[in-house]
């Protein structure tokens, strides 16, 4: 229901505001960022600290279609495929466990950084056509179809057999194998899907800022912010990664608008992790469903009168 007020949105406007609209691009990014690390982290239990590389891969290959003539709407396919591939060829770092497999992705940006400038011939900015990008409303209404896909794509998945064998390796991966389950094909399924997504969410931000720098490999933003989102909603839920993205990115927005170039967000963001990590170590979705689990048990009490007393003290 949700899904579609944000569809419409757009038919209430006049034509004046329809520039406006471009406010949303950062929010449908940041939630398929953090649905994107929170199906490897929350539910496969596999710390990806690399997500940066499939946004800036997906950005990269986004741009070089664009300039190639590419409709927006068909380079962002390009552009996930690339995000899948990558994710395949990081099977080999699955030999790695715990911190070291975090710091394995880590490189991978670093890495992958010098070798999309070699298959550009050195060149490291890359700048679409104008003619080529689509209107604030078409942004708007692809943003909303790529988000819809990921969120409720990612919910039928986890409810699937994939879905229980990822919750299993998150919870004892050492006990899943014990129990039949295929490890590394789950694990690179996982990795790949999420890669897809990360990279769509890189193609889909080339359609509102044009451009693409080879130094965005650098920027480990794209790699925390979504960590940072899905702690603060709920690792491992459905709900999690929706809430700490729009919790995370809407003050994120006017924080940036009204002190542009500060790292206020940096700082205020970290004292919130800290807070969450303190007062709430599993998230806000986690706490508001127990909150919600103990309403009825409450109302369901019997009082005790003093009628029912009486007679339990008459009784023999």
């Known amino acids: 229901m949700l899904l579609i007020i944000v569809g419409v949105y757009p038919l209430t406007l006049r034509a004046s505001d329809f520039p406006s609209l471009t406010v ?15 199906l490897v982290g929350g539910y496969a239990g596999l710390l990806n600290l690399g997500l ?3 946004f800036g891969l ?25 995000g899948a591939l990558l994710g395949l060829a990081l099977i080999p770092t699955f030999r790695l466990r715990g911190d070291y497999f975090a710091i394995g992705t880590l490189v991978v940006p670093i890495i992958l950084k010098p070798l999309v400038e070699l298959s550009a011939r050195g060149q490291s900015n890359f700048t679409a056509p104008i003619q080529s990008l689509p209107s604030p409303m078409q942004l708007y209404w692809i943003g909303t179809a790529l988000t819809g896909l990921t969120i409720f794509g990612i919910f039928f998945m986890m409810r699937s057999r994939i879905g229980i064998a990822l919750r299993a390796i998150g919870d004892d991966e050492i006990a899943s194998a014990s129990l039949g389950v295929n490890i590394l094909s789950y694990k690179s399924l996982a990795l790949a899907i999420s890669g897809f997504i990360a990279a769509l969410a890189g193609a889909y931000l080339v359609g509102y800022i044009q451009s693409f720098n080879t130094g965005s490999f650098n920027d480990l933003t794209y790699s925390l912010f979504p960590i940072f989102m899905v702690v603060i909603g709920g690792s491992g839920t459905f709900e999690g990664p929706i809430v700490g993205a729009l919790i995370f990115s809407i003050p994120n927005y006017y924080l940036n608008e009204f002190f542009p170039g500060s790292t206020l967000e940096t700082l205020i963001f970290s004292v919130l992790i800290m807070l969450v990590a303190v007062l709430l170590p599993k ?11 103990r309403v009825p048990h ?19």
């Open 24 to 38: 949303y691009v950062v929010y449908f990014m940041w939630i398929m960022l953090a649905e994107s690390w929170n």
């Open 52 to 54: 940066v590389a499939f």
């Open 58 to 82: 997906g950005s990269a290959v986004a741009e070089l279609a664009l300039l190639s003539g590419v409709p927006f709407v068909l380079a962002v396919i390009p552009a996930g495929i690339s």
């Open 283 to 293: 998230g806000i979705v986690p706490y508001i469903s127990r909150l919600i689990r």
């Open 298 to 316: 409450q109302n369901t009490r019997v009082p005790v009168t003093e009628s029912s007393s009486a007679t339990k003290s008459r009784s023999p």
